[in-house]
Structures are given as structure tokens and as C-alpha cells.
């Protein structure tokens, strides 16, 4: 097998195997954020709080690429169901520490969980070395990512 360059015709081509793909990873995790009145920007905030104890808001927002005003909305849902809560900085009084309660780590993990069976499963049908390359390619695009270098 030799290594070649995919065409632009092969990188078109596989755009929507990449939206069908992440269809599979987000449905039944969409679903249940759904019955509990919450949505993906809820639980993107969610996973870096809870990947991320202590992080400020603006940690948040520049992890997320969204702005502040998009987070504000969100934090106040999240703070309003004690999903998240925030403590003063000890060393900064300005700053907000955010962490999720104890009912929100179980909303993230059930989340996470219906998210982890579908990689599971195509690890099953490709093996690990699939998913080592297939987690390093991910890798290499986020490097890529222009909002990343904003903050």
C-alpha cells in the first residue's frame, strides 16, 4: 500500500461519512440532554467544567470558541438547575471558580456514556491501532482549529 495524498475529490467524499459520523456520536446523547430540557451548548459548557475544575468563565469560553455573551446564557441555565456552581477566587476576588455539583458530574457521565458505546463499538470493528489513528488524526485537526489560537 502506498501513501498518497487524498484527492480533493476523496476529502469531498468524506464529508458526509464525517457528519453522519458525528450524527452517530451526538443522537442518543442528544436525546437524553433533550428530556432533561438541556442541549449541546449545555453540555459542552458542562464537559470542560467537569474536565476542568475551577475553571473561570473565560477559561470556558476559550476553550468552547464561543463568546461571552453565548456563555452568560448558558451558565445561568446550568447555575439555575445546580448543575454548575461557582466560587469566588481566593487569590483574585474578580474571578469565578466553576465546578459542577454532584448532579451535574451524573448528567455529564450519562451523557458521556451513551457517547463512549458508539466509540466503543466502532473500536470493536477497527481495533485500537483504528482508533490510535483515528484519535491522532483528531489531534493534528484540532492543532489546525483558527479559533484555538484566540483567547
Known amino acids: 500500500m502506498t501513501d498518497r495524498m487524498p484527492s480533493d475529490a476523496d476529502f469531498i467524499e468524506t464529508m458526509p461519512v464525517i457528519l453522519r459520523a458525528f450524527r452517530a456520536l451526538t443522537a442518543e446523547a442528544d436525546e437524553r440532554l433533550d428530556s432533561l430540557g438541556l442541549g449541546r451548548a449545555h453540555f459542552r459548557a458542562l464537559g470542560v467544567i467537569a474536565l476542568e475544575p475551577g475553571a473561570t468563565v473565560s477559561e470556558v469560553v ?3 470558541g464561543i463568546t461571552i455573551q453565548a456563555i452568560n446564557r448558558i451558565m445561568v441555565d446550568l447555575q439555575k438547575r ?30 458521556m456514556a451513551d457517547q463512549i458505546a458508539v466509540l466503543r463499538r466502532a473500536t470493536q470493528a477497527r481495533g485500537i491501532k483504528g482508533f490510535e489513528a483515528y484519535r491522532a488524526f483528531l489531534e493534528v485537526m484540532a492543532q489546525a482549529d483558527p479559533l484555538a489560537s484566540r483567547g
Open 82 to 111: 445546580s448543575l454548575v456552581r461557582a466560587e469566588l477566587d481566593a487569590s483574585d476576588r474578580r474571578r469565578r471558580k466553576l465546578f459542577v455539583t454532584d448532579e451535574g458530574q451524573r448528567i455529564f457521565e450519562e451523557v
Open 62 to 64: 476559550a476553550t468552547l
